[in-house]
């Protein structure tokens, strides 16, 4: 039986569209041998199962890594999955200050980080965001809807091929040039459009690899 999967799934009527997670499998693995008091499990799971379904949306040889500081009792939660579901994670935690008590004081305050590895390339994409709302479930809802708002604000042409760059380039669709050399691919761009990206009045595009320069 197949214990660890993603599905996605779609209402057409209703337009409501999801992913469904299951983890048992890799998730016992996971536990095994660690003595995680109940509320750090729980917390780990959260952390997990949202990497997964972040991890889920990546294509080709990527790995997401999921990385959470806090200043309370649990100092730092990682969990990291591939494209293919291979998962992992850890938590860090003082046992002092754990008792019953919401996600949001277990953690503190602190900050969220997202990371996109492309593992053929070894090149990152990494976005941080402060923790402020109530659980990281909240948290990365609410990045999601500030990404789409301000997603509805940019030109559609651009953002598709934004997202299309984002989704090929594994999480590097935008870079810097230097000495006139594209930082993506590595190739040289030629003066005119190195100028042109270095003006910044308009989207300007690597001559070798389509990436977009700044
Ligand atoms: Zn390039």
Not at 5 to 14: A, D, K, N, W
Request: hydrophobic share 35%; glycine share 8%; with cysteine.
């Amino acid at each position: 039986m197949q214990t660890d999967y993603v599905q996605r799934f779609l209402f057409e009527e209703l337009d409501i569209r999801g992913r469904l997670l299951c983890l048992t499998g890799a998730w016992q693995r996971m536990l095994d041998g660690r003595d995680y008091p109940e509320d750090v499990a729980s917390l780990l799971g959260h952390t997990t199962a949202l990497n997964t379904l972040l991890g889920a949306n990546q294509k080709g040889a990527g790995r997401v890594t999921l990385q959470v500081q806090g200043s309370g009792p649990v100092r730092l939660l990682v969990a990291d999955c591939t494209a293919e579901l291979r998962i992992r994670g850890m938590a860090h935690f003082r046992k002092e200050g754990l008792r019953k008590t919401n996600e949001r004081n277990l953690l503190g305050d602190g900050r969220l980080s997202v990371t996109l590895e492309d593992l053929q390339s070894g090149r990152f994409y990494q976005s941080l965001v402060p923790l402020e709302g109530e659980t990281l479930e909240q948290r990365l809802r609410e990045t999601a809807v500030e990404r789409e708002t301000l997603a509805a604000t940019i030109d559609p042409d651009l953002l598709s091929r934004y997202q299309r760059l984002f989704t090929s380039k594994n999480g590097t669709p935008i870079v810097p040039v230097e000495h006139e050399v594209c930082m993506g691919c590595h190739m040289k761009n030629t003066t005119t459009t190195v100028h042109k990206a270095k003006l910044a009045r308009e989207i300007v595009y690597c001559e070798q690899c389509g990436r977009i320069l700044y």
